[in-house]
């Protein structure tokens, strides 16, 4: 069984278009994530989401907007594409506790291309 | 200042060889340190989760030291399927974690 799955694996578009990116855990956490590594490699945090609290890492474009149905599901909706988009997206969750090593389990991916 | 430093490498290494890897946060009240593993084109996966008092797996030994915020990652007799992207993660309070820049491996036969 999956525990962190994304969909699609690959999403080629438009520039301008808007795409959405689906994510779903199915390890019970309370928290999720979205990441973006680009091609340099880098994976950068863009949004955590509990059913709670959701922290915006400040440096996302307003285009980006994470939305979740309940707390299984933490999908990601893109407005207006643009060229610098084009990364790899991963979701991830990982349990709240106060304690505990609590590590993240990530999805596959989301590679995306921007034409 | 970034949340957590790296060295990117690359490191080029022979079969059987010893290598470690160096890492540093700038947080000091992060609570918890792990070690991942990303091969190409994949998603990260967990190696290890570094405690306190240092701790080994097989082949692959984390030490944490508070003080100085460092952590690292010792790996003996390297396999070529150890060649991968290694990355120091760091949880501060709040549930969030911090990745470096990722330190990439080569083993060579």
């Known amino acids: 069984d999956t525990a962190v799955s994304q969909t699609p694996k690959y999403l080629v578009t438009q520039m301008g278009n808007d795409k959405s990116i689906k994510c779903e855990q199915n390890l019970g956490h309370d928290t999720m994530y979205w990441y973006k590594q680009d091609s340099k490699k880098f994976l950068k945090i863009m949004f955590s989401?509990?059913?709670?609290?959701?922290?915006i890492n400040e440096t996302v474009p307003n285009r980006f907007s994470p939305k979740s149905p309940d707390k299984a599901h933490l999908n990601l909706h893109i407005n207006s594409l643009e060229l610098g988009d084009s990364a790899v997206y991963f979701c991830?969750?990982?349990?709240?506790?106060?304690?505990?090593?609590?590590?993240?389990?990530f999805g596959p991916g989301t590679r995306l291309t921007v034409l | 200042r970034k949340e957590v430093e790296q060295d990117p490498g690359p490191f080029n290494v022979p079969e059987g060889a010893t290598v470690a890897f160096n890492c540093t946060y700038s947080n000091s009240a992060s609570q918890s340190f792990f070690w991942y593993r990303q091969d190409c084109r994949k998603e990260p996966k967990l190696l290890m989760s570094v405690y306190s008092s240092g701790n080994e797996d097989g082949r692959f030994t984390a030490q944490l030291n508070r003080a100085s915020q460092y952590i690292s990652l010792l790996i003996r007799d390297s396999k070529l399927s150890d060649s991968a992207t290694y990355l120091c993660?760091?949880?501060?309070?709040?549930?969030?974690?911090?990745f470096g820049t990722g330190t990439s491996l080569t083993v060579i036969p």
């Open positions: 991830a969750s990982s349990p709240l506790g106060a304690g505990g090593l609590n590590e993240q389990f």
């Open positions: 989401y509990n059913n709670k609290e959701l922290i």
């Open positions: 993660v760091v949880r501060n309070t709040g549930n969030q974690f911090y």
